[in-house]
């Protein structure tokens, strides 16, 4: 960042304040927090001048110093916005100003971004549309840099958050969760490329369930590919039932629902397409999960036999799309909680006590050996788990971080476990990443509830499926299925 540089007590003019306006271009779009600052321009003055420009600036330059000391136009603020605001609060008739008239419009907004800065930081919202502006005025990636005093690689990051989510966007963004927005939730907005999937995901910035949701749309995206080869295998006559009321004709019959996209559904589609024929239709519907529900629209569709058959058949394979979406968002919670403690730092004595006295605690616990995958994933291990392993670990982390991440490998129960004695290790892995600062997400906290909406009884005779009323009884729930 560049150094601020003293004005010239001669370069510094008197302006009324009724003759200065904010910058059009100002990438702060909402100045806040004055109050002390005008209590105190109250009491002792404006200690530091404001930076202006005339807001006829080419007009300006044109004119001879006896026009430019005779000039009673505007003046627009550069730097000092605040203190314009603040003194304006107060009742200040004049301020003291530089006046700036070499300046083109890339290099003013490039001090403003600058100024903020040393000031009273941006958000990134701000920083965003800022960059964006300097860019469309002519200025490159590294003129930017060099300006505001960022490096190139973080001015070309903002640019791309400007550019896919836009200026409107942005300041919607920041009113509505109140500016405080990290620079790695905005990038994640900017990986969902369909509009509504966005949509959708900006309504849970600023809460527990962004990054749930996050890989959620994102998985729902790299879905798109197979999605689209599942409705081709239907045919070219297979239409999207829009009126879900069409469902409800007796002419109606559900045959077969899509949900994983593997060969064996891409089968059951092409099976499906066969169904077709002159009496016989195909259609299908959509549902947020990314399910395809297949139907066949006719009088002859089957006879009543085959229509009980069919739906036996159904209900089975709906009872393990649900454990299969089940064990999904048990795997994707799982793969969350090691994403954290692979990221958990120790930069405080306070932090340290905890993870400390928790490491004590936890030893002292009789608890299994752990599954060698997950050391391996803990610690992203990927040859053989022997002593050289051992002691290249040793020789190159901490030794807290190292006893952290084993006394975590040795609760985890992994993805699958869920599926037999789940439930006391399941509470001990949240109840130890909890207290060390992880947040759990509503939807982590309704699968170890058993009060996830895929864990609702089942209908037409089958088992009631999965509905413990505590972590430690998912275990009971689970053994048997």
Same mark, same amino acid.
Not at 316 to 338: C, D, G, P, W
Not at 402 to 410: D, E, H, K, P, T
């Given at each position: ?55 006829? %600036? ?8 006896? +026009? ?35 300046? =083109? ?16 930081? &941006?958000?990134?919202?701000?920083? %965003?549309?800022? /960059? +964006? /502006? /300097? ?65 959708? &995901? ?20 790299? +879905? ?38 593997? =060969? ?61 979406? &089940? ?88 993805? %699958? ?65």
């Amino acid at each position: 960042m560049t150094e601020s540089k003293a004005t010239p007590l001669d370069k510094i003019k008197n302006i009324p304040i009724n003759r200065l306006i904010p910058h059009p271009k100002n990438p702060r779009k909402n100045v806040t927090d004055i109050d002390s600052l005008a209590k105190s321009i109250g009491y002792s003055g404006i200690r530091q001048n404001l930076i202006v420009v005339p807001a006829d %600036c080419e007009e300006y330059i044109k004119k001879t110093e006896k +026009q430019k000391k005779a000039y009673n136009g505007d003046y627009y603020v550069l730097a000092g916005h605040r203190r314009h605001a603040a003194a304006k609060k107060v009742g200040l008739e004049n301020v003291p100003c530089a006046i700036e008239t070499d300046l =083109s419009m890339v290099e003013q907004i490039g001090l403003m971004v600058e100024e903020n800065h040393q000031r009273k930081a &941006l958000t990134t919202g701000e920083e %965003c549309i800022a /960059m +964006q /502006m /300097m860019l469309e005025l002519g200025d490159t990636a590294d003129g930017i840099s060099k300006k505001v005093g960022i490096s190139s690689n973080t001015v070309k990051k903002r640019i791309k958050i400007a550019k896919i989510l836009g200026a409107e966007t942005l300041i919607s963004i920041e009113k509505m969760v109140d500016g405080i927005i990290k620079v790695d939730d905005y990038e994640k907005l900017c990986d969902i490329v369909n509009d509504n999937e966005r949509n959708i &995901l900006m309504d849970k910035l600023g809460t527990t369930d962004f990054d749930w949701h996050h890989t959620m749309a994102l998985e729902k995206q790299h +879905q798109k590919t197979p999605r689209n080869q599942v409705i081709r295998l239907l045919g070219k006559n297979a239409e999207k039932i829009e009126n879900p009321e069409i469902l409800n004709s007796p002419d109606v019959q559900k045959i077969e629902n899509i949900y994983r996209y593997d =060969s064996g559904d891409l089968k059951s589609a092409e099976e499906a397409s066969k169904l077709a024929s002159d009496d016989v239709k195909i259609a299908y519907t959509e549902d947020e999960s990314g399910t395809i529900n297949i139907y066949a629209i006719g009088k002859s569709i089957a006879d009543e036999k085959e229509k009980e058959a069919q739906a036996i058949a159904l209900v089975q394979k709906e009872y393990e799309e649900r454990v299969f979406r &089940l064990t999904e968002a048990f795997k994707q919670a799982y793969e969350m909680r090691v994403s954290y403690v692979k990221k958990l730092t120790v930069t405080t004595p306070e932090e340290k006590k905890v993870i400390e006295s928790e490491i004590v605690r936890l030893m002292l616990t009789n608890l299994d050996k752990p599954e060698d995958y997950i050391i391996r994933k803990v610690f992203d291990i990927r040859g053989q788990l022997d002593e050289s392993t051992v002691s290249n670990l040793i020789n190159n982390n901490r030794l807290d971080i190292i006893m952290l991440r084993s006394v975590y490998a040795r609760i985890e129960p992994g993805v %699958c476990s869920h599926l037999s004695a789940y439930g006391n290790k399941l509470n001990a892995v949240y109840d130890f990443i909890e207290r060390l600062g992880y947040i759990t997400s509503e939807e982590e906290a309704q699968l170890t509830e058993g009060t996830h909406p895929l864990q609702k009884e089942e209908q037409n005779g089958q088992r009631p499926f999965l509905l413990p009323t505590s972590r430690r009884e998912i275990a009971e729930q689970f053994s048997g299925i």
